[in-house]
């Protein structure tokens, strides 16, 4: 039977939809790439925002659409933070949390040994609730789709309650990896040829205390196995101090690429977020990592209308979006979730008023991307290459610039020097010439 997945999200739920994809390989069944005449669908959602609850709730009903008699399983955040909501899907045959997951290939096999049996298949509702005594979860995975980059997850969970943010309900507390698991699955991707790992987690930076260990840990293990790039994934403000700077700036393949969540450049609006740090230590912070890491890039998601926000707020957070100078801003709205306190903060901000603040943050960032991207003209950098499309090859460099040049040939998964000579807005990344392989 066919299975084909859809992930909805972060990087640490890409990762969960792949290790769901190395159990339904193992078990038998043919990894569809394309949605058309798939047996069973397999919805990963994400509940970060309202937005992304529809994303799934419009996924499960094309799914349904597209194959009236499929089994579609929906699992993931949304499941584990909201059940009764998803249990309200009808389209739904499965529904599985986040700690659930191992059993949806046996609930999978149940629908269709009813429907062989001409019953009419049982939904099945099944979220496990989080616990403080729960561990990591370890299924380790050899091959990850059509990537050059293998994502592994270290860490999961979040001890930390942001005022607006529902992903403690969804993902429980913070649990580490530990390492000798992770290295396990580490050799294993390097046997598949892999040449970049991602270290990714849901507060990446909470690594380690529950085992006796800190964050950099995972990152020296991967270091140290010889792979050409080590990258890690989003942070968060915690526990990256001066001696963790030190030692990441200390392994020659550590790609100095840093994504930390700034949320708000308004002290005020902080404070009301329930943040653990000021504009003044988030700016420190980053003026350290500029001054330990001269080509690293700082890369920031930044939230606009959270309740309260007045417009000096937002003009404050603009303002310090520009002084920090971020290669590259992700702008969202803020959008309320039942069960965090944000939700019963009044006054809530109007959707036209969001709308337009995103609007004037999104040109900042904007901006500074292409700032950014012309500073880049003239350099000779290497590019890990990942698409050929249309006689053009794109791919990153080690601060994860996208460089986009001609070929003749694909060259996925190769290691090449492209001299940079110009920058495109509607491609968001430079542009360049091969000089060698």
């Known amino acids: 039977m066919k299975v084909y997945l859809h992930s909805l999200g972060c990087k640490v739920n890409k990762y969960d939809t792949e290790s769901l994809a190395e159990q339904f390989r193992r078990a ?34 094309r799914f349904r659409r597209m194959s009236p008699d499929a089994c579609v399983v929906l699992s993931g955040c949304m499941v584990q933070a909201y059940p009764d909501k998803a249990a309200s899907l009808d389209e739904a045959d499965i529904v599985a949390g986040v700690r659930d997951q191992g059993k949806i290939i046996e609930y999978v096999n149940r629908f269709f ?9 049982e939904k099945v509702l099944d979220v ?30 979040c001890n930390r309650r942001c005022s607006y943010c529902i992903i403690p309900a969804a993902r429980g507390r913070s649990r580490s990896r530990t390492l000798e698991d992770l290295g396990a699955e580490l050799r294993g991707i390097q046997a598949a040829g892999y040449r970049e790992v991602v270290l990714v987690g849901i507060n990446f930076c909470c690594y380690g205390p529950d085992i006796g260990k800190h964050f950099t840990d995972p990152i020296e293990l991967a270091c140290s196995m010889g792979f050409d790039r080590v990258r890690i994934g989003s942070l968060e403000f915690d526990n990256i101090g001066p001696e963790a700077i030190e ?15 700034l949320q708000s450049g308004s002290d005020n609006t902080l404070r009301r977020m329930y943040r653990n740090y000021d504009t003044k230590a988030y700016k420190a912070l980053c003026d350290r990592l500029r001054e330990t ?4 890039t700082i890369t920031t998601d930044i939230m606009v209308g959270f309740p309260s926000e007045t417009e000096e707020d937002f003009e404050e957070s603009m303002a310090f979006a520009r002084e920090i100078g971020f290669e590259k801003i992700h702008v969202f709205p803020y959008s309320p979730r039942t069960g965090t ?6 006054p809530q901000i109007a959707k036209a008023v969001k709308k337009e603040r995103c609007r004037r943050m999104i040109e900042v ?20 290459c990942e698409t050929f499309e249309d006689g053009h090859v794109t791919g990153y460099t080690m601060n ?18 492209v001299h940079i000579t110009g920058a495109e807005k509607e491609q968001d990344a430079c542009v360049g010439t091969l000089l060698s392989e």
């Open 293 to 296: 890491f001269p080509d690293g």
């Open 341 to 346: 306190p944000a939700a019963e903060l009044r």
């Open 113 to 121: 040994a009813e429907k062989a049996q001409e019953k009419v298949p």
């Open 28 to 61: 038998g069944f043919t990894l569809s790439e394309t949605p058309e005449g798939a047996d069973v669908y397999v919805i990963s959602s994400c509940t970060v925002t309202a937005v992304a609850d529809q994303k799934s709730r419009q996924a499960i009903r």
């Open 365 to 384: 960032g904007d901006e500074l991307r292409m700032d950014f991207l012309k500073r880049q003209i003239g350099r000779e950098v290497e590019v890990l």
């Open 128 to 157: 496990l609730a989080h616990d403080r005594d729960e561990t990591f979860q370890n299924v380790p995975i050899e091959e990850f789709l059509g990537r050059t980059r293998a994502f592994i997850k270290v860490q999961d969970g």
């Open 400 to 417: 994860y610039t996208p460089v986009r040049f001609p070929s003749d040939r694909d060259l996925h998964g190769e290691l090449v020097t």
């Open 247 to 261: 030692k990441m700036a200390s392994f020659p393949n550590f790609c100095p690429q840093f994504h930390i969540s």
